[in-house]
């Protein structure tokens, strides 16, 4: 524990029998639960974790699942039995898993595993399941490859933990060694991720969005629709996304870029790029409107769309215009006109748009 609330750590894993053991020796004494979510792996990685819950010695700690208790309902709480129910009604729509503990209620390293493969965002969104039926006060996140100091992880979780800060993510490119340490293929596309992130989550000032090493509230943990966080490795952007538009507060804290500990990267660079991009392109205009149109209406949702409106009508006098330059023909004074109209207001717009967008949730950044 810390400062007397709960703390887990959810560990999803793949193929990770050579890694998985030194996470879990070095995982730091304050934490009450580690959540190792299999995600279907074809090594030991299943193994290693039963024989390290079977020599388990730590000091044991009670955790009750909330949903095999009985909800006490009156008058006055219907909303509060609706959640409950709800509660116990959504693990169909998780990806289907077991536990394999005998004694979930007082093990100190918890093993799930997978049926299925869900991708890496799949596992967390089941070991945060359980943190929430468990009603942990912060549940972080640690990869199962080793890249993340356990050193780091109480800087992590004390926001969270004393100053009520909803979602508290490191950031590896502040650190003064993350250009001499980062592969610079990974630095840049992390940097490109980033900045269409800051657009499509409203969190501005966020930086490193790609790394996983996160702590979250109880509160934000409640607050979003855990089954349906994005499976693969968009699942940080995605998730991002759902926070702003639940309204949750964010920081960021410094934390050292570690690679070449034994782990083998399992994500292609050229093919997560594009993928995340149009999971974020979907991701902006999903937060557009659930956001600033039907919970709280906001004028920068009329701009934003008014830009993209302009822009489509600016299109057919682009095309116009660029033929014309190839070609060398002559553009009449009506075309450049609403082509220089066009593009002026749409950019105009747009900007203004974002400038809101930015003043909006800069209340969220702490």
């Known amino acids: 524990m810390l400062n007397n609330k709960t703390v887990a ?3 999803p894993a793949y193929n990770e029998e050579k890694q998985i053991g030194m ?6 004494a304050f934490v009450d639960r580690i959540i190792i979510v299999n995600d279907c792996s074809k090594d030991k990685t299943a193994d290693v974790v039963k024989s390290y819950i079977e020599k388990d010695t730590s000091p044991k ?4 699942n909330k949903l095999n208790q009985a909800f006490a309902a009156n008058r006055y709480n219907r909303a ?3 959640i409950y129910e709800q509660g116990k ?3 169909r729509l998780f990806n289907p898993s077991e536990v394999v503990n005998k004694n979930p209620e007082t093990d100190r390293v918890i093993l799930i595993n997978h049926k299925v493969n869900g991708g890496v965002g799949g596992a967390i969104a089941t070991g945060y399941k359980w943190c929430k039926d468990h009603d942990i006060d912060c549940t972080a996140v640690m990869a199962g490859d080793g890249q993340m100091d356990p050193a780091e992880l109480e800087g992590i979780c004390k926001p969270v933990i004393d100053e009520n800060i909803d979602y508290v993510k490191g950031n ?3 650190h003064r060694s993350a250009w001499l340490v980062i592969p610079k293929v990974r630095y840049f596309g992390n940097s490109i991720l980033s900045i269409l992130t800051k657009l499509a989550s409203g969190y501005w000032r966020v930086s490193d969005t790609q790394t996983g090493y996160t702590a979250i509230s109880n509160a934000a943990l409640n607050a979003i629709r855990l089954h349906d966080i994005y499976r693969s490795y968009g699942m940080p952007n995605d998730m991002l996304v759902k926070l702003n538009i639940a309204m949750c507060t964010l920081r960021e804290i410094p934390i050292k870029p570690i690679y070449k500990v034994g782990e083998e990267s399992k994500m292609k660079i050229g093919k997560v790029i594009p993928k995340i991009s149009w999971l974020l392109f979907k991701c902006f205009f999903k937060r557009l409107w659930i956001k600033y149109l039907f919970r709280d209406f906001h ?3 009329l701009l934003y769309n008014f830009s993209f409106l302009l822009g489509l009508i600016w299109l057919p006098y682009l095309f116009k215009v660029a033929a014309a330059i190839y070609t060398g023909a002559n553009v009449s004074f009506e075309t450049l006109f609403a082509f220089s109209f066009l593009s002026i207001t749409a950019f105009q717009s ?3 748009a974002m400038w809101m967008d930015i003043q909006d949730n800069d209340r969220l950044y702490k």
């Open 80 to 82: 509060e039995e609706v």
């Open 172 to 174: 590896r490119l502040i």
């Open 89 to 91: 009604d959504e693990i």
């Open 61 to 64: 700690t009670t955790l009750k």
């Open 23 to 28: 996470v879990i020796e070095t995982m730091p």
């Open 350 to 352: 747009f900007l203004f």
């Open 299 to 301: 004028p920068l949702f």
């Open 9 to 11: 750590v959810v560990v």
